[in-house]
Antibody
Framework: QVQLQQWGAGLLKPSETLSLTCAVY????????WNWIRQAPGKGLEWIGE???????NYNPSLKSRVSTSVDTSKNQFSLRLSSVTAADTAVYYC????????????????????WGEGTTVTVSS | QSFLTQPPSVSAAPGQKVTISCSGS????????VSWYQHLPGTAPRLLIY???KRPSGISDRFSGSKSGTSATLAITGLQTEDEADYYC???????????FGGGTKLTVL
């Protein structure tokens, strides 16, 4: 059974860089996209970005200038970095496994996240 | 604002049926399959429905999904108090090449 275990600094000061890592246990790292999602207090889920085993990435356009992701296939881990954080980046951050591709018709894209980490609370405060 | 529009809240009595809508556009729901997630406070979101209408193993058949054009719907029948949660639709936007979530709908079981 696939499990995701995540960790990282929980308290940051404005302008610092958020860094989180997610480890994948019980499943092959390849063949999937590995995603980051967050939920700010009182807000909904926000997709941050993703990376696959070969390092191909996609990012939320609104965060793209500050986001980077990386993958360490030798450890079955992937990481998120978000630079120049502000109070608006205070949120619970989740890692998740995504299954995605075009269907057999080649027209419709399927995308869903079937395994999630437990979440890491990150607070940005001076 | 979100690219996917959901009602902020819905409510119904135990045993009743409720539906939650998710409206998008041709570049997201119109070009991609829809998934639905249940999110309880303090827990990780849980996949309820994928590729519009498929249920993962272990998800009750009280949950069902459908899609038509650029909109999708989650239906929950036989409401139970433990169904109280936030529900999110999700999909992929082929123009943005990005994942999307709806704004979320809070379900209250009266």
């Amino acid at each position: 059974q696939v499990q995701l275990q995540q960790w990282g600094a929980g308290l940051l000061k404005p302008s610092e860089t958020l860094s989180l890592t997610c480890a994948v246990y019980g499943e092959s790292f390849s063949g999937y996209y590995w995603n980051w999602i967050r939920q700010a207090p009182g807000k909904g889920l926000e997709w941050i970005g993703e990376i696959n085993h070969s390092g191909s990435t996609n990012y939320n356009p609104s965060l793209k200038s500050r986001v980077s992701t990386s993958v360490d296939t030798s450890k079955n881990q992937f990481s998120l970095r978000l630079s120049s954080v502000t109070a608006a980046d205070t949120a619970v951050y989740y890692c998740a496994r995504a299954i995605q591709d075009y269907d057999n018709s080649g027209y419709y894209y399927y995308y869903y996240m079937d395994v999630w980490g437990e979440g890491t609370t990150v607070t940005v405060s001076s | 604002q979100s690219f996917l529009t959901q009602p902020p809240s819905v409510s119904a009595a135990p045993g009743q049926k409720v539906t939650i809508s998710c409206s998008g556009s041709s570049s997201n729901i119109g070009s991609s399959y829809v998934s639905w997630y249940q999110h309880l406070p303090g827990t990780a979101p849980r996949l309820l429905i994928y590729v519009n209408d498929k249920r993962p193993s272990g998800i009750s058949d009280r949950f069902s999904g459908s899609k038509s054009g650029t909109s999708a719907t989650l239906a929950i029948t036989g409401l139970q108090t433990e169904d109280e949660a936030d529900y999110y639709c999700g999909t992929w936007d082929v123009s943005l090449t990005a994942g999307l979530f709806g704004g979320g709908t809070k379900l209250t079981v009266l």
